[in-house]
């Protein structure tokens, strides 16, 4: 094998998308091109057949994730047109010496992948001395969003092992380059390239990382570490992370008071009552700078906050206000330009009687909110994140976000929206 391979790895639904794809990649440079899981799940052999028919030249690679019947599926994606058949370490070697058999009948190769493996070094070992071709070390998707990486395990593989090794887990242009190093003879990318705007050039670019050995940096199509939440959920609106968690988390019937902020901070909870501001102006000075005020008046309609509170909090530091109740003096407020989001406008305040708690975990807007969960608002209302499914979530709506990204530059390309995701053909059948 000579120097590193870059496999583009098609983990779509949609055929038409799948080879539009394909064709800007290899145009870029990509030396392998995968049919990924979902798309063989999706699409069928038919997708490996054309996928070999507009690209006769280039190495095939069915991720078929066989558990079971070797031969059998090898055979399947081998005749179809596939030279690399993908299956799993986990199965058992009979399986495994099965499929290898079926490769050999047809021409084809295996390579076998390692994800949800625990003793992978132990296992690296037995599959070479059955024979296999190729060893694939893989971080899935819903390990990334947990921050996983491949890198960790890749270099003690390389050592113990002389089969190539193909590598795949959120690899992009400024993380390939860690990879190579390591000793991987296979780079997969997913995302970073069928998620860009511009495939093509996202496919140079990771060339280039592999054969200059100087990484790029990227924006996107990176998994953030839980020191970076708050740049990563910056970039993110709430329908994007309501989305990754699975239309929950948006507060219901708070809206902002001005509109054209992108208010990100872990919560500091208070709880009053209709008409009491005591507890809120005091929880000013206990807030740290960054911080979200998050204020349960279960819905009350006289004002437990106006124009003096919003000067403290802006000059505290804090990153906005959320109150499931009333607020006043709008014409004032919207001229400090701050994050404030509330469920009424009023008038007339109330009295601060000092009842209600700080720190407490409360509801506002429909939604449990504890101190420490992240909140993050915009003009499309407030969602919240509990804290301690940050990471994952943060990553998943980035996901989300660069989904959309691919799908609007394929409608601006002449597509409609019904035509892109193939609406109809994923309509659930009924009766």
């Excluded at 440079?29 to 990924?36: Q, S, V």
């Excluded at 860690?178 to 998620?195: C, D, F, Q, R, Y």
């Excluded at 709880?271 to 960054?290: F, L």
């Amino acid at each position: 094998m000579k120097g590193v391979i870059l496999q583009v790895a098609l983990d779509l639904l949609n055929e038409h998308r799948a080879l539009a794809i394909a064709k800007d990649s290899v145009s870029g440079g990509a030396d392998w091109i995968e049919a990924g899981t979902p798309l063989i799940k999706s699409e069928g052999m038919e997708i490996i057949r054309k996928l070999k028919e507009l690209f006769p030249g280039k190495t095939l690679v069915a991720d078929m994730k066989t558990m079971d019947t070797g031969a059998l599926e090898t055979e399947m994606a081998a005749k179809a047109g596939a030279d690399i058949i993908v299956i799993l370490a986990a199965s058992d070697n009979s399986t495994i010496i099965d499929a290898l058999k079926s490769a050999r009948k047809y021409g084809s190769k295996i390579m076998v992948d390692l994800i949800g493996v625990k003793e992978k070094i132990k296992r690296s070992k037995e599959l070479e001395k059955i024979g296999v071709d190729y060893l694939c070390t893989h971080v899935g998707i819903d390990e990334q969003m947990m921050g996983k990486n491949p890198l960790e395990i890749l270099t003690s593989i390389v050592k113990n092992t002389n089969i190539p090794i193909a590598v795949a887990g959120g690899i992009n242009s400024e993380t390939a380059l860690e990879i190579v190093k390591a000793g991987a003879s296979i780079i997969i990318i997913g995302g970073a390239i069928t998620k860009a705007k511009d495939v093509k050039k996202a496919t140079q670019q990771i060339k280039k990382v592999i054969n200059e050995k100087k990484s790029i940096k990227t924006v996107l199509f990176k998994k953030y570490d839980k020191t970076q939440l708050k740049e990563a959920f910056s970039l993110v609106s709430t329908p994007n992370i309501s989305d990754a968690m699975h239309k929950t988390g948006a507060m219901e019937n708070i809206r902002p008071v001005k509109l054209g902020f992108h208010m990100v901070g872990r919560a500091l909870t208070v709880r009053t009552i209709d008409g009491d501001w005591a507890k809120p102006i005091e929880a000013i000075d206990k807030a740290e700078k960054g911080q979200v005020l998050v204020i349960d008046v279960n819905g009350g309609k006289t004002a437990i906050w106006g124009e003096l509170a919003t000067w403290s909090a802006k000059l505290k530091g804090l990153s906005g206000v959320v109150i499931d109740g009333a607020i006043r003096d709008l014409d004032d407020i919207v001229k400090i330009d701050f994050p404030l989001f509330s469920k009424h406008l009023s008038s007339s305040a109330g009295e601060p009687k000092g009842l209600g708690e700080i720190g407490a975990e409360i509801t506002c807007g429909n939604q449990s909110v504890k101190t420490g969960d992240w909140i993050i608002g915009d003009d499309s209302g407030i969602v919240v994140v509990p804290q301690e499914i940050a990471q994952e979530i943060a990553n998943r709506a980035l996901d989300v976000k660069e989904h959309e990204n691919r799908i609007r530059e394929e409608i601006k390309n002449g597509g409609s929206l019904g035509t892109v995701v193939k609406v109809k053909k994923w309509e659930k059948k009924i009766g």
